[in-house]
C-alpha cells in the first residue's frame, strides 16, 4: 500500500484544496487527509494478502483457522478510521449549518416600529437589537415607554416644587411640614423612612394592578389606564391612529431621562435646585425685593 497509497492520499488532498475553499470544504479536506493518513499507517502492522495466503494455517477452536481471525482484525483499523471520519464529517456540518443558522439575522428588522423618527431615525449604535429577537425588543421597550414616564414625573417634581408646595403636615410625630421638606437630592435624608415605606407600597400596588403590562397589550398600554393616563378613559390603544402621539412620548421620555440625569448631576454639583442650578452666581439677588412666586428671582438677560 505505500507507493499506491501516497499517490492515493496526494490526488485525495490534491482535489480537496480548491483555490477558495469554504470552511466545511476545509473541515471535509482535514477529515480525508487524516483518514488516509490513518490508512496508510494501518498497513504498516498489518500484514499484506500475499504473506497472509503463505501463513500456516492452524486450526482453532470449533473449526476456524487463524487466517481468518487475522483478515478481519486487518480490516479493523479501517473500519475504525471510517467511522471517526464520518463522526468528524458530521460534526464540522453540524457546526457550519449552526453558524450559518446564527448569522442570518434580519437586516433592520426593528426599523418600522415607533419612534423611529427624525433626525436621529432608527439608533442602535451599540447593535443591542441586531439579532432580530422580537420578545427581547418588546421587553426593552416597555422598560423604555415606563423609564421615560417616571422621568417626565421626575422633571416635574424637580421644577414644581421651587414654585408650589402642598400644605399640610408630612409627619405630625415628627413635627415635619411639606414645606419644611427641601428639593431634590436633600429630601432623601429629610423625608422619614415611613414615607418611604408608603411610597413604595403605592408603586408596587401600580405595578402589579392598574399599571401592569398585559401580554396581548401594546407595550405601555396599561389596562388601568386610558388616554393622558386617566383612568375614566381606559381603553385598548390604537398604534395606527394615535402613531404621532406615540412617538411624541417616546421622544418626549428620552429627553426627560437625559434631562433628569442633568438636574440630578448638577443638584449633586452645585448643590441646589434653584436658579444657581441653571446658571451659575445668578442666585446674589434672589433675597431682594420684588423677588415672589411664580416666577422668582427674573433676569432672563
Excluded at 103 to 119: C, Q
Excluded at 192 to 197: F, K, T, V
Excluded at 272 to 291: D, H, N, R
Aim: include cysteine.
Amino acid at each position: 500500500f505505500g507507493s499506491s497509497g501516497r499517490s492515493r492520499t496526494s490526488r485525495v488532498l490534491h482535489r480537496a484544496r480548491p483555490q477558495t475553499m469554504p470552511q466545511s470544504s476545509k473541515n471535509m479536506a482535514v477529515t480525508a487527509a487524516a483518514a488516509a493518513g490513518a490508512m496508510w499507517a494501518s498497513s504498516a502492522f498489518v500484514p499484506s494478502a500475499g504473506k497472509l495466503a503463505n501463513a500456516p494455517v492452524v486450526q482453532g477452536l470449533r473449526g476456524s483457522s487463524s487466517q481468518s481471525s487475522q483478515s478481519s482484525a486487518g480490516s479493523l483499523p479501517y473500519l475504525a478510521t471510517g467511522a471517526a471520519a464520518t463522526a468528524i464529517l458530521a460534526s464540522s456540518h453540524r457546526r457550519v449549518a449552526s453558524s450559518t443558522s446564527c448569522k442570518a439575522v434580519p437586516k433592520g428588522a426593528f426599523e418600522t416600529e415607533g419612534g423611529v423618527t427624525k433626525p436621529m431615525q432608527y439608533f442602535d449604535p451599540l447593535g443591542m437589537a441586531k439579532d432580530g429577537d422580537k420578545e427581547v425588543f418588546r421587553r426593552r421597550r416597555i422598560a423604555e415607554i415606563k423609564n421615560g414616564r417616571v422621568a417626565m414625573w421626575a422633571c416635574m417634581g424637580y421644577i414644581a416644587p421651587e414654585f408650589f408646595r402642598w400644605p399640610g403636615s408630612c409627619s405630625p410625630s415628627l413635627g415635619l411640614q411639606f414645606t419644611d421638606i427641601p428639593n431634590g437630592v436633600a429630601a432623601l435624608g429629610k423625608v422619614p423612612a415611613e414615607g418611604w415605606a408608603q411610597i413604595g407600597i403605592f408603586i408596587a400596588f401600580l405595578e402589579l394592578f392598574p399599571m401592569r403590562q398585559d401580554k396581548d397589550a401594546v407595550p405601555g398600554d396599561a389596562p388601568g389606564f386610558g388616554k393622558l393616563g386617566v383612568p375614566l378613559f381606559a381603553s385598548k390603544c390604537d398604534p395606527e391612529g394615535s402613531a404621532k402621539k406615540l412617538d411624541s412620548e417616546l421622544n418626549n421620555g428620552r429627553l426627560a431621562m437625559i434631562a433628569i440625569t442633568g438636574m440630578v448631576t448638577q443638584n449633586l454639583y452645585f448643590g441646589t435646585t434653584g436658579p444657581a442650578m441653571w446658571i451659575p452666581g445668578a442666585s446674589a439677588f434672589e433675597g431682594e425685593l420684588g423677588v415672589q412666586a411664580p416666577v422668582g428671582f427674573w433676569d432672563p438677560l
